[in-house]
């Protein structure tokens, strides 16, 4: 079976994450989106209401599931039987940093990464940018799945 898990904060999910997802699920059995949780960082939405916003974009989809975790992504993969990571990749800054993690888990733990180009319509969204047009009242509402609405 071909477990991959696909990790990040997800602070919020980005239509270049959906992408990612979605073009990933032809090459798994099964793909797990873990959400790490890092007591040092500030999110700007709840743990539970990230968690929610994949699950809603994600519900009909039986190959997905969404879970938690803190620790090692490799530590996470060992646990729950997944030989694989999935990354998305949108510029050459994100692969310079994205190879260093990759090259250290195979060397640790024998995980293979496997990397999908965004694609061109969504490479330039990044969750950091999403939540600045929060901030500001723009129309995040065009870089994010449905599922994602602020009240």
């Known amino acids: 079976m071909r477990k991959a898990i696909f990790p990040g904060s997800f602070d919020p999910i980005t239509l270049g994450h959906e992408d990612i ?20 960082k500030k999110y ?20 997905i599931s969404v879970i938690t975790y803190e620790g090692l992504t490799i530590d ?17 800054a ?16 024998k995980i293979e990464t496997v990397f999908l180009l965004t694609a061109a ?11 600045d047009v929060l901030r500001h009242g723009g129309e995040y509402e065009l870089l994010v799945p449905k599922a994602v609405r602020v009240k």
């Open 94 to 109: 994100d692969f310079e940093f994205e190879k260093a993690i990759a090259h250290t888990n195979r060397h640790l733990s």
């Open 44 to 63: 700007m939405f709840p743990l539970e209401e990230r968690k929610r916003f994949i699950e809603e974009t994600f519900k009909n989809e039986p190959k």
């Open 121 to 131: 319509s969504t490479s330039y969204i990044s969750s950091s940018i999403v939540r």
């Open 76 to 92: 996470l993969c060992k646990r729950i039987g997944a030989n694989f990571i999935l990354r998305g990749l949108r510029n050459p």
């Open 21 to 40: 997802i979605k073009r990933g699920i032809p090459l798994f059995d099964e793909i797990v989106i873990a959400i790490g949780v890092n007591a040092e």
